[in-house]
């Protein structure tokens, strides 16, 4: 039997797919449509014209089209999803009585779940919906208000299905000629809504197992709203780039579309969407054109949403229509309807004006730390802040024997790890990574080649010996560096063999792997003897444990930590791939450096004309001299300055109730000291000594140095907000919604900030952040002072006002 319409995706595989639940609903559908149809409003309609969807031409017919019309002054009322209609019907048969309230007709809809009552319409109670509204009173139910126009249409149902039928003094009954006379020419012009302003309409749900909120009807002309915001507005701005039009071929999908969206917006409420729907230009068109269902598009809309609030918690309109509330409101969805504020999205706008202004600030420390000059060589300002988090990830992979400890569990020795993704368009200018990659690890590939020589030689060996030869025993080599096809047997293997002694206590040296197409690196790990690496790279970025026990020969038994650095580039789309909603809880995100290189705004780079070997040069004798530097890292000061960056973050949030924004911040402070580490290592290279081949000992970091690691650390809190911000918003929001809301706003510490003038007094800042205490406001003030975003400009102590005086600096607020 073919349960599916025409035209529709349930059909073939993905009909089969469903689950048996779902296989039901359809064939009820199905088996709905082949049900006799009937308008009980309606004794019939003035002749029109229709296009025919199979053969695409016109055809005259009393089509179904409410300006077309002549009432029959008769009514129904739909009541659904009632769990038991037997039941409801029983308790009218004792309260009412059908024959006064002139009721004809009692069914049990097709699908079982519902009833439908027809009667006579009296000119003394309204229009269809007062005298609808009126029957619902009598009977104690709630009305399907999308039935309140003139051309809506019912399924009968078979004989059986009967509760109650007065047919024979419905046909003797005479209609309310004064009714049809006042109201038909009305229906005509379009309008259906309630006579009666203080009637109420609502949706149809749980009828008669449990009470329903009620929503005030508004009378025509007055523009329907959404949380004290006009609809029609809304939906303006969420179609303002294009309309549904004709020649797309995209009405009926969209109008779909609206509807879904609409009754996640109005509580489920059929007759308000319904009303908007058609009321869209549009959507009128195709009702003109070809007598366009708009009520069973609704009806679709009403189960597309059913089902989706059976497999998620709360489900959430469109992304374009999430964006169009931001748009016209100011404010987003969740903040609306739930009271409370959503993490930061970082726009492209906002990164890429932060990008330039981070390139003049490593531009400026550079006088400190003058590597950066040759690492960031060709590249223009807004590309400094990629350069910088690819060198520091070469140069940390140097410093595989060194370690620090850090202020959770100061007690374990912590070893640099990086896990860096740099994101552009292709042909962005992502090649200077390759560049860093030849000149910084050129220490770890001349150490390679003598395993790799030594590997290759064995399997020739093996290759040529017989099967009753003595086989040569296989060669315990290190090789570090490794390609994104790498089995993971080979890689475990290298890995545990990468083992020095430094002051007398093994350490498992760093793999490190570098690819320039991270969609290349995705797509091998999905099959072959290297799938799936994300367990590895988890476990790498906190060094954690990990092991195999495999009954392959070739595979070692053995527990390990994994000591790992990957630093790749790649697209958007490549991103996409890599960290997604479905996999976002696994962590990867915030254990990952996403940095974006913004595209090139047809610029071109600069013509260079005079070959320069110095700079490879420099980069490539630091890289020898990190390659031999072992030993504890005297980076306390460090460690704490990025605690306290932590701690004024997680006030940050705190305040703005973000649980995204606290996920996001976690790790953050781990990569403001790894990536800043190479670096402040050689400004202070003069406070070393050799012990032996190695270089050690103990230095002090200084203001400098806070400069560069707060540098990096705000870097990668803002760019882990831009790329997943939304994602972890989603998450918290619904672990298993697959939704994705990617809006920009400012949240409440931001705009509290801005409202501040630029001089201002403690009572300045209790007012604009809305504080409590003049303990609050010292602690507030305090963080703004330590982030740099403002100074102290007289004291009250010194002052002649009495009044302590602040001013901004001018400094970016992330």
Same mark, same amino acid.
Request: glycine residues 6%; charged residues 30%; contains cysteine.
């Given at each position: 039997m073919k349960f599916c319409k025409d035209m529709t995706k349930d059909k073939g595989q993905t009909f089969l797919k469903k689950t048996n639940q779902q296989k039901l609903l359809l064939f009820a559908e199905y088996e709905k449509g082949e049900h006799p149809f009937i308008n009980f409003c309606a004794r019939g309609y003035d002749e029109s014209e229709v296009k025919d969807k199979k053969t695409g031409k016109m055809k005259k017919g009393p089509w179904r089209k409410q300006k077309y019309v002549h009432l029959s002054g008769l009514v129904a009322i739909d009541i659904d999803h009632v769990e038991d209609p037997q039941a409801v019907f029983e308790r009218w048969q004792k309260e009412v009585d059908f024959k006064a309230l002139k009721i004809y007709l009692i069914y049990v809809t097709p699908r079982g779940k519902g009833l439908r009552v027809v009667f006579r319409c009296e000119l003394s109670r309204g229009n269809l919906i007062d005298n609808q509204m009126w029957m619902c009173e009598k009977l104690g139910v709630e009305p399907d208000a999308s039935c309140k126009d003139a051309s809506r249409g019912y399924f009968l149902t078979s004989t059986e299905n009967f509760l109650y039928d007065d047919l024979t003094q419905m046909y003797a009954d005479e209609a309310d000629e004064e009714f049809i006379q006042k109201y038909e020419p009305e229906y005509r012009a379009g309008n259906s809504s309630s006579t009666q302003t203080g009637t109420k309409a609502s949706k149809s749900v749980g009828q008669g197992t449990k009470a329903v909120g009620q929503v005030d009807a508004q009378p025509v002309g007055d523009p329907l709203k959404w949380r004290g915001y006009e609809i029609q507005?809304?939906?303006?701005?969420?179609?303002?780039? =294009?309309?549904?039009?004709?020649?797309?071929?995209?009405?009926?999908?969209?109008?779909?579309?609206?509807?879904?969206?609409?009754?996640?917006?109005?509580?489920?409420? =059929?007759?308000?969407?319904?009303?908007?729907?058609?009321?869209?230009?549009?959507?009128?068109?195709?009702?003109d054109e070809r007598n366009e269902d708009v009520e069973q598009t609704v009806d679709s809309a009403a189960d597309c949403v059913a089902q989706k609030e059976k497999k998620y918690a709360g489900s959430l309109p469109s992304k374009v229509m999430l964006e169009a509330v931001q748009k016209v409101t100011g404010r987003t969805y969740q903040e609306i309807i739930k009271g409370v504020s959503q993490t930061v999205i970082v726009s492209d706008a906002d990164i890429d004006r932060w990008l330039w202004d981070w390139g003049k600030q490593i531009e400026a420390l550079a006088e400190d730390f003058p590597l950066i000059k040759d690492i960031c060589k060709g590249l223009k300002l807004n590309q400094y802040p990629a350069a910088l988090f690819v060198g520091g990830g070469f140069l940390m992979t140097l410093m595989t024997r060194c370690t620090y400890r850090f202020y959770h569990r100061p007690e374990e020795l912590r070893r640099l790890n990086n896990s860096t993704l740099i994101i552009g368009d292709p042909a962005s200018g992502k090649s200077f990574a390759t560049r860093l990659y030849k000149l910084l690890t050129a220490p770890i590939v001349d150490a390679d080649k003598?395993?790799?020589?030594?590997?290759?030689?064995? /399997?020739?060996?093996?290759?040529?010996?017989?099967?009753?030869?003595? =086989?040569?025993?296989?060669?315990?080599?290190?090789?570090?560096?490794?390609?994104? /096809?790498?089995?993971?047997?080979q890689f475990i293997q290298d890995m545990v063999n990468a083992v020095e002694v430094v002051d007398g206590v093994e350490m498992q040296l760093h793999m490190l792997t570098f690819d320039t197409e991270l969609d290349n690196t995705v797509t091998v790990q999905k099959g072959g003897s290297w799938i799936d690496k994300q367990s590895l790279e988890l476990k790498a970025f906190h060094n954690e444990e990990d092991g195999q026990a495999y009954s392959n020969i070739d595979s070692i038994l053995q527990d390990f930590v994994v000591t790992w650095n990957y630093i790749y580039t790649g697209t958007p789309n490549a991103l996409k791939k890599k960290v997604n909603e479905q996999n976002f809880g696994s962590g990867l995100a915030t254990r990952l450096s996403?940095?974006?290189?913004?595209?090139?705004?047809?610029?071109?780079?600069?013509?260079?004309?005079?070959?320069?070997?110095?700079?490879?040069?420099?980069?490539?004798? #630091?890289?020898?001299?990190?390659?031999k530097m072992k030993g504890e890292l005297t980076v306390e000061k460090l460690v704490d300055e990025l605690y306290d960056w932590t701690a004024r973050r997680m006030a940050d949030a705190k305040d703005n109730n973000s649980k995204a924004d606290e996920m996001?911040?976690? /790790?953050?402070?781990?990569?403001?000291?790894?990536?800043?580490?190479?670096?402040?290592?050689?400004?202070? #290279?003069?406070?070393?000594?050799? $012990?032996?081949?190695? #270089?050690?000992g103990e230095f002090e970091t200084d203001e400098v140095d806070w400069k560069l690691s707060e540098l990096i650390v705000n870097i990668q809190y803002a760019c882990q907000r831009?790329?997943?911000?939304?994602?972890?918003?989603?998450?918290? $929001?619904?672990?298993?919604?697959?939704?994705?809301?990617?809006?920009?706003?400012?949240?409440?510490?931001?705009?509290?900030?801005?409202r501040l003038p630029d001089e201002f007094t403690p009572e300045d800042v209790m007012r604009c952040f809305n504080l409590a205490t003049d303990g609050a406001v010292h602690s507030k003030t305090r963080r703004l002072l330590d982030d740099h975003l403002i100074e102290k400009?007289?004291?009250?102590?010194?002052?002649?006002?009495?009044?302590?005086?602040?001013?901004?600096?001018?400094?970016?607020?992330?």
């Amino acid at each position: 039997m073919k349960f599916c319409k025409d035209m529709t995706k349930d059909k073939g595989q993905t009909f089969l797919k469903k689950t048996n639940q779902q296989k039901l609903l359809l064939f009820a559908e199905y088996e709905k449509g082949e049900h006799p149809f009937i308008n009980f409003c309606a004794r019939g309609y003035d002749e029109s014209e229709v296009k025919d969807k199979k053969t695409g031409k016109m055809k005259k017919g009393p089509w179904r089209k409410q300006k077309y019309v002549h009432l029959s002054g008769l009514v129904a009322i739909d009541i659904d999803h009632v769990e038991d209609p037997q039941a409801v019907f029983e308790r009218w048969q004792k309260e009412v009585d059908f024959k006064a309230l002139k009721i004809y007709l009692i069914y049990v809809t097709p699908r079982g779940k519902g009833l439908r009552v027809v009667f006579r319409c009296e000119l003394s109670r309204g229009n269809l919906i007062d005298n609808q509204m009126w029957m619902c009173e009598k009977l104690g139910v709630e009305p399907d208000a999308s039935c309140k126009d003139a051309s809506r249409g019912y399924f009968l149902t078979s004989t059986e299905n009967f509760l109650y039928d007065d047919l024979t003094q419905m046909y003797a009954d005479e209609a309310d000629e004064e009714f049809i006379q006042k109201y038909e020419p009305e229906y005509r012009a379009g309008n259906s809504s309630s006579t009666q302003t203080g009637t109420k309409a609502s949706k149809s749900v749980g009828q008669g197992t449990k009470a329903v909120g009620q929503v005030d009807a508004q009378p025509v002309g007055d523009p329907l709203k959404w949380r004290g915001y006009e609809i029609q507005e809304i939906i303006n701005a969420r179609y303002s780039e =294009k309309i549904p039009c004709k020649e797309d071929s995209n009405r009926h999908t969209e109008s779909l579309k609206l509807a879904t969206d609409l009754l996640l917006m109005l509580d489920g409420d =059929k007759g308000q969407v319904l009303q908007i729907v058609k009321s869209q230009p549009w959507v009128q068109e195709i009702i003109d054109e070809r007598n366009e269902d708009v009520e069973q598009t609704v009806d679709s809309a009403a189960d597309c949403v059913a089902q989706k609030e059976k497999k998620y918690a709360g489900s959430l309109p469109s992304k374009v229509m999430l964006e169009a509330v931001q748009k016209v409101t100011g404010r987003t969805y969740q903040e609306i309807i739930k009271g409370v504020s959503q993490t930061v999205i970082v726009s492209d706008a906002d990164i890429d004006r932060w990008l330039w202004d981070w390139g003049k600030q490593i531009e400026a420390l550079a006088e400190d730390f003058p590597l950066i000059k040759d690492i960031c060589k060709g590249l223009k300002l807004n590309q400094y802040p990629a350069a910088l988090f690819v060198g520091g990830g070469f140069l940390m992979t140097l410093m595989t024997r060194c370690t620090y400890r850090f202020y959770h569990r100061p007690e374990e020795l912590r070893r640099l790890n990086n896990s860096t993704l740099i994101i552009g368009d292709p042909a962005s200018g992502k090649s200077f990574a390759t560049r860093l990659y030849k000149l910084l690890t050129a220490p770890i590939v001349d150490a390679d080649k003598k395993g790799k020589e030594a590997i290759n030689a064995y /399997r020739e060996e093996m290759k040529t010996k017989g099967a009753n030869k003595e =086989k040569p025993k296989k060669p315990k080599v290190v090789v570090r560096i490794h390609p994104a /096809r790498t089995s993971n047997a080979q890689f475990i293997q290298d890995m545990v063999n990468a083992v020095e002694v430094v002051d007398g206590v093994e350490m498992q040296l760093h793999m490190l792997t570098f690819d320039t197409e991270l969609d290349n690196t995705v797509t091998v790990q999905k099959g072959g003897s290297w799938i799936d690496k994300q367990s590895l790279e988890l476990k790498a970025f906190h060094n954690e444990e990990d092991g195999q026990a495999y009954s392959n020969i070739d595979s070692i038994l053995q527990d390990f930590v994994v000591t790992w650095n990957y630093i790749y580039t790649g697209t958007p789309n490549a991103l996409k791939k890599k960290v997604n909603e479905q996999n976002f809880g696994s962590g990867l995100a915030t254990r990952l450096s996403c940095i974006p290189l913004p595209a090139t705004n047809f610029e071109m780079m600069d013509r260079e004309t005079r070959v320069d070997y110095e700079s490879d040069n420099l980069l490539k004798d #630091w890289a020898y001299k990190l390659d031999k530097m072992k030993g504890e890292l005297t980076v306390e000061k460090l460690v704490d300055e990025l605690y306290d960056w932590t701690a004024r973050r997680m006030a940050d949030a705190k305040d703005n109730n973000s649980k995204a924004d606290e996920m996001l911040l976690k /790790r953050c402070s781990y990569h403001g000291l790894n990536f800043a580490a190479p670096f402040i290592v050689m400004r202070h #290279w003069d406070k070393l000594h050799q $012990d032996g081949e190695y #270089w050690c000992g103990e230095f002090e970091t200084d203001e400098v140095d806070w400069k560069l690691s707060e540098l990096i650390v705000n870097i990668q809190y803002a760019c882990q907000r831009h790329y997943f911000g939304a994602m972890a918003e989603t998450y918290f $929001d619904n672990k298993n919604r697959e939704a994705s809301v990617n809006v920009k706003r400012q949240p409440r510490t931001v705009e509290a900030f801005n409202r501040l003038p630029d001089e201002f007094t403690p009572e300045d800042v209790m007012r604009c952040f809305n504080l409590a205490t003049d303990g609050a406001v010292h602690s507030k003030t305090r963080r703004l002072l330590d982030d740099h975003l403002i100074e102290k400009v007289s004291d009250s102590r010194k002052s002649g006002s009495g009044k302590t005086l602040y001013r901004k600096t001018g400094s970016i607020i992330v």
